[in-house]
């Protein structure tokens, strides 16, 4: 089972980016998703999630309406749409799948973790 997180780069603020996030090795439609981040020195903490269904998403606070988490369920993916970037958003970006139908912003409630996308925003 994995999830390959991609998408990330170099971008000026203001700028915007799409992450993606591909499931193999089993299907994720009945599980939510979310996407983390952690920037250097900082713990992990929640970006995005997204309902298995796709019909409820929850956001942090500091991406809220500049950021839209979305999935395709038969494609198995995952995605985060980024705009107006703001060099506070430079973190490694993680897409994790939830344990339970709905997601969480508690990373314990996430039991498989992709391998993280870098995104750089500069001033």
């Known amino acids: 089972v994995q999830l390959q997180a991609s998408g990330g780069g170099l971008v000026q603020t203001g700028d915007s980016l799409r992450l993606s996030c591909a499931a193999s090795?089993?299907?994720?439609?009945?599980?939510?998703m979310g996407w983390f981040r952690q920037a250097p020195r900082e713990e992990r903490e929640f970006v995005a999630g997204i309902s298995w269904r796709g019909d409820m998403t929850y956001y942090s606070d500091s991406v809220k309406a500049r950021f839209t988490i979305s999935r395709d369920n038969r494609k198995n993916m995952l995605y985060l749409q980024m705009n107006d970037l703001k060099p506070e958003d430079t973190a490694v970006y993680y897409c994790?799948?939830?344990?339970?139908?709905?997601?969480?912003?508690?990373?314990?409630?996430?039991?498989?973790w992709g391998q993280g996308t870098l995104v750089t925003v500069s001033s």
């Open positions: 994790a799948a939830s344990r339970f139908a709905i997601s969480s912003r508690r990373s314990a409630d996430y039991n498989y």
């Open positions: 090795g089993r299907r994720f439609s009945n599980n939510g």
